[in-house]
C-alpha cells in the first residue's frame, strides 16, 4: 500500500492511545459516579447509563490488555476480534466497525423480509394450488 508499515503501526498506536484516553476519561467519571451512589446521591438515567458501559467496557479490557502486554497476541488480536466482535471496549471501536454493525443489522432485516415474502408467496401458493 501507500502507507509504510511503520505509518501503520503509528496510526494503530494512536488509535488505542485514544481508546485509552477515552476510557480513562470514563473510568474517572465512574468512579466520581460511584462516590456519589456511596455518598448516597441518586444518579440520573444517563448517568447510570454511562457508568454501566464503563464497567463493561472494564471487563472486556482484561482479556484486551493480555494481548497488548503479551508479545505476539496483538497478531491474534483480529482473528479473536472476527470470532468475539464484542470484545473490544466501546472506546475502541472505529467509525468502520460502527457501520459494519449498522450494514450487518440492515443486511439481517433485509434477509428477514427476503424470507417473509418467500414465506409468503409459498403460502399463496399452497392456497392456490388446494383451492385450484
Not at 74 to 93: D, G, H, Q, R, Y
Amino acid at each position: 500500500g501507500g502507507r509504510s508499515w511503520r505509518q501503520r503501526a503509528v496510526d494503530e498506536l494512536r488509535h488505542y492511545c485514544r481508546g485509552f484516553h477515552l476510557l480513562w476519561i470514563d473510568t474517572t467519571v465512574a468512579a466520581r459516579m460511584v462516590w456519589r451512589l456511596l455518598h448516597g446521591q441518586v444518579l440520573t438515567r444517563r448517568e447510570r447509563r454511562r457508568l454501566l458501559r464503563t464497567c463493561a467496557d472494564l471487563f472486556r479490557l482484561v482479556p484486551f490488555l493480555v494481548f497488548v502486554i503479551v508479545p505476539f497476541m496483538e497478531f491474534l488480536l483480529p482473528v479473536f476480534l472476527k470470532l468475539f466482535p464484542a470484545m473490544l471496549p466501546s472506546t475502541f471501536e472505529t467509525e468502520s466497525k460502527k457501520e459494519e454493525k449498522l450494514k450487518k443489522k440492515l443486511s439481517a432485516r433485509l434477509e428477514l423480509a427476503t424470507f417473509l415474502r418467500e414465506t409468503i408467496a409459498e403460502v399463496a401458493r399452497r392456497n392456490k394450488a388446494d383451492t385450484g
